[in-house]
């Protein structure tokens, strides 16, 4: 069964491929696709910026679950019962907390494994893969951090907000801790596909890696 995950640098929406790619798979399913994201208030005229550009490509039904207030083995449940994941942006440790550790990240692997299609913006690309590496932009404490991730993708390691942020530091400084790790930079407004944990194709502004010491952006 082939793995499909979307890795976006900033927030939504989708680009318009990879949209029109997460929707196709999704839809195959037929069932929901489940929204996880950190409650804030008015959260629920934000969700329309996740939902719009798989509405065109014809998903139409969605689970909203703002965490965490939504209780584990609702969520749990829905997850285990959804056709597509989407993970929300916003504060990454918390993201973490709510859905990484808790059961809830079995969930999403098991839907994963499963071939169903799994979508992370920002924080919600951060914890995808087994590394979840936070820059110091990213934290009250303003230091680099690495935490336990989904686990969704192996020897990954990302950064976010990349050229907004002027991240090339942290991105260096994940590379020198998981030397044998690819790496990506994500830029706002761009996503990365991996199938089965490789890199299969890039849609926006810039995705970029250090290789062999050299920071380039990837074509």
């Not at 900033?10 to 929707?23: I, L, N, R, Y």
């Not at 929204?35 to 008015?42: D, M, T």
């Not at 942020?165 to 690819?182: F, G, I, P």
Request: one cysteine or more; glycine letters at 10%.
């Amino acid at each position: 069964m082939n793995r499909h995950l979307f890795l976006f640098g900033g927030g939504p929406p989708f680009t318009g491929d990879m949209a029109k790619q997460f929707a196709t798979k999704a839809l195959a399913g037929g069932s929901p696709v489940s929204i996880l994201f950190v409650e804030r208030e008015g959260w629920e005229e934000y969700m329309h910026w996740y939902t719009q550009e798989l509405e065109r490509f014809g998903v139409s039904e969605f689970n909203y679950l703002p965490l965490p207030s939504t209780p584990i083995e609702v969520v749990f449940e829905r997850v285990k019962n959804s056709s597509g994941i989407v993970i929300g942006g916003g504060d990454t440790n918390l993201y973490a907390d709510y859905i990484v550790d808790t059961p809830i990240s079995q969930a999403i692997k098991e839907r994963y494994e499963a071939g169903i299609p799994v979508a992370g913006f920002s924080a919600g690309a951060l914890i995808s893969p087994e590394v979840c590496v936070i820059s110091p932009k990213d934290n009250e404490q303003n230091e680099y951090q690495s935490r336990k991730g989904l686990g969704l993708a192996t020897d990954v390691v990302v950064a976010v907000h990349f050229s907004e942020w002027e991240d090339e530091d942290h991105l260096r400084n994940a590379v020198s801790k998981y030397k044998e790790s690819m790496n990506y930079g994500i830029d706002e407004n761009t996503g990365v596909y991996l199938l089965d944990g490789e890199l299969e194709a890039m849609e926006g502004n810039g995705v970029y890696t250090v290789e062999d010491g050299v920071l380039r952006k990837l074509n």
